[in-house]
């Protein structure tokens, strides 16, 4: 409708998202949509805590690191801001003592991506 008005000059870059929502409601898989993209935030957070948790990991596993790529991939959103919405609910399950390891852990995930398929093995001390 906001096409329609001639005195409306569109944000297109700011109305992609709402348009992909739209389009999902529309086509009836916005609930879907939510319920695949909250269970895979779930397991991605999960993956952090569990790499927050296990001293001698310095790094996500290659299953962890799917886990969270596999909730950047639903979302289709920013990057830095999927890690952010990830961190401010593992942050607080982790212990204060390993919070700087595997917060870098997943920056490094979020900017660098080298976690692809060549990256098989955990790396640890």
Request: glycine content about 4%; proline content about 4%; some cysteine.
């Amino acid at each position: 409708m906001a096409r329609t008005n001639l005195n409306w000059e569109p944000n297109n870059k700011a109305l992609a998202p709402l348009e992909k929502d739209a389009m999902r409601i529309a086509d009836g898989t916005w609930e879907s949509y939510h319920q695949q993209r909250n269970q895979l935030y779930g397991a991605a957070v999960k993956s952090v805590v569990e790499m927050g948790n296990c001293p001698t990991q310095r790094h996500l596993n290659q299953k962890q690191a799917d886990a969270i790529v596999s909730f950047f991939n639903i979302d289709g959103g920013d990057r830095k801001l999927l890690c952010d919405e990830i961190w401010k609910e593992a942050c607080p399950q982790i212990p204060s003592c390993w919070r700087d390891v595997t917060f870098n852990a997943l920056e490094e995930l979020c900017s660098n991506n080298h976690y692809g398929c060549s990256y098989s093995h955990e790396r640890s001390i």
